[in-house]
């Protein structure tokens, strides 16, 4: 069975830095693409950024472009996600999906974590 | 990037037809996926490739296509359909998910 867990910090400031993790289990990790997708409490979901499986392909969604950096340990079963120079509009809930395919492009997530509450505040 | 567009709610009473729309012009190019997210829950994919549902999804959910316009149907709403829905596509652009569609059944 697939199992998706997030965790990191769940408070930082204004211009701070945060890092998330995802550990994976129950499938082949370098064999699927990786995604964080983050939701504002009470609004939509939004594609932050994906990694292929062999983590040399990335891509981001265009609000975090620049500021976040997505990256995955392969013999740890680990994806990341490096958040730089936050917003407050970057408090969300930030999920974790495995996709479907090796590649991101064209993959759509299949299975998710339930998901990890960063709160941006000074 | 690009947009996905759903009616921001649907209202159904149960035993009752409902269906979402997504607009975009991806569509009519690539396969529209969607998801249902209970309150305080994550999302769960209930349609994939347009019309295809995962084994453990109900049959109540079908999915459907036409140009650039998607469309999920719930036939016999139930009152544990009650959820917010989002469809999704990617293409070289990138990935998008819609803007989503409260589904009300009452």
């Known amino acids: 069975e697939v199992h998706l867990l997030e965790s990191g910090g769940a408070l930082v400031q204004p211009g701070g830095s945060l890092r998330l993790s995802c550990a994976a289990s129950?499938?082949?990790?370098?064999?699927?693409?990786m995604s964080w997708v983050r939701q504002v409490p009470g609004k939509g979901l939004e594609w932050v950024a994906g990694?292929?499986?062999?983590?040399?392909?990335?891509n981001y969604g265009d609000s975090v472009k620049g500021r976040f950096s997505i990256s995955r340990d392969n013999s740890q079963d680990t994806v990341y996600l490096h958040m730089d120079h936050v917003r407050v509009e970057d408090t969300a809930i930030y999920y974790c999906?495995?996709?479907?395919?090796?590649?991101?492009?064209?993959?759509?997530?299949?299975?998710w974590g339930q998901g990890h509450l960063v709160t941006v505040s000074s | 990037s690009y947009e996905l567009t759903q009616p921001p709610s649907v209202s159904v009473s149960p035993g009752q037809t409902a269906s979402i729309t997504c607009s975009g012009d991806v569509l009519s190019r690539k396969f529209g996926y969607w998801y249902q997210q209970k309150s305080g829950q994550a999302p769960v994919l209930v349609i994939y490739?347009?019309?295809k549902r995962p084994s453990d999804i109900s049959e109540r959910f079908s999915g459907s296509k036409s140009g650039a316009v998607a469309t999920l149907t719930i036939s016999g709403a139930q009152m544990e359909d009650e959820a917010d829905y989002y469809c999704?596509?990617?293409?070289?652009?990138?990935?998008?998910f819609g803007t989503g569609t409260k589904v009300t059944v009452l």
């Open positions: 490739e347009d019309t």
């Open positions: 999906a495995r996709l479907s395919y090796y590649d991101f492009w064209s993959a759509y997530p299949g299975h």
């Open positions: 999704y596509s990617t293409d070289s652009r990138g990935n998008v």
């Open positions: 990694i292929n499986g062999g983590g040399g392909t990335t």
């Open positions: 129950g499938f082949s990790f370098s064999s699927y693409a």
